[in-house]
């Protein structure tokens, strides 16, 4: 069997493949594991893994850099930005 989101990224354009990176897919039991976590904890927002967690943070702390990393993503990939 294939890649369970084959088909789904044959229609995504450059523009999501940009902006997502290098972030690869989390098994279901990471996903359970932070989950689990960040409702025993009362987080508000939970996250995976620590480079969602560090933009997140990012985004926080300087919105404004957060939104030149994505749009230069964006715009490497050919959808302006």
Request: glycine share 10%.
């Amino acid at each position: 069997m294939g890649h369970p989101y084959a088909a789904e990224n044959e229609l995504k354009p450059p523009e999501t493949f940009a902006v997502s990176g290098n972030a690869k897919m989390q098994s279901t039991d990471q996903v359970v594991d932070a989950i689990l976590r960040g409702v025993s904890r009362r987080q508000a927002t939970i996250l995976c893994d620590r480079s969602s967690a560090a933009l997140a943070a990012l985004a926080g702390a300087a919105p404004w850099m957060a939104r030149l990393i994505t749009d230069r993503s964006v715009a490497r990939a050919g959808g302006g930005g």
